[in-house]
């Protein structure tokens, strides 16, 4: 079965870190772009991260959290992660991992991480920052 599953979300307070996994099953993510989006309560999705598929594993960011997470991949684990620190209670929502994702540019100086509907994601994992 081709699935993604998202997993690492949890309660935490702000100032804190968490690291999310994506592993993937019945398909390899090596060659394919990944992108986590997150989805909070009566606001719009918004993709955080994005991985490329070349080989040089270019990474890009929303503004909103550019500077306090990471994404990077494991190929070995066929395993995408997102390294979330100095967490914000803004930053509460529902995470989820794609099997694609596209930078572009916004003027004069950021990006938008867009996730095409070819893609596909899990059930996603719940991020809370609270104290």
């Known amino acids: 079965q081709v699935q993604v599953v998202e997993s690492g979300g949890g309660l935490v307070q702000p100032g804190g870190s968490l690291r999310l996994s994506c592993v993937a099953s019945?398909?390899?993510?090596?060659?394919?772009?990944i992108g986590w989006f997150r989805q909070a309560p009566g606001k719009e999705r918004e993709g955080v991260a994005c991985?490329?598929?070349?080989?040089?594993?270019?990474?890009y960011y929303s503004d909103s959290v550019k500077g306090r997470f990471t994404i990077s991949r494991d190929n070995a684990k066929n395993t995408v992660y997102l390294q979330m620190n100095s967490l914000k209670p803004e930053d509460t929502a529902v995470y989820y991992c794609?099997?694609?994702?596209?930078?572009?540019?916004?003027?004069?100086?950021?990006?938008?991480?867009?996730?095409?509907?070819?893609?596909?994601w899990g059930q996603g994992t719940l991020v809370t920052v609270s104290s």
């Open positions: 794609a099997t694609d994702c596209r930078p572009v540019p916004k003027l004069p100086h950021s990006i938008v991480i867009l996730i095409p509907a070819s893609a596909f």
């Open positions: 991985i490329s598929s070349s080989g040089d594993d270019s990474t």
């Open positions: 019945g398909f390899t993510l090596r060659g394919f772009a």
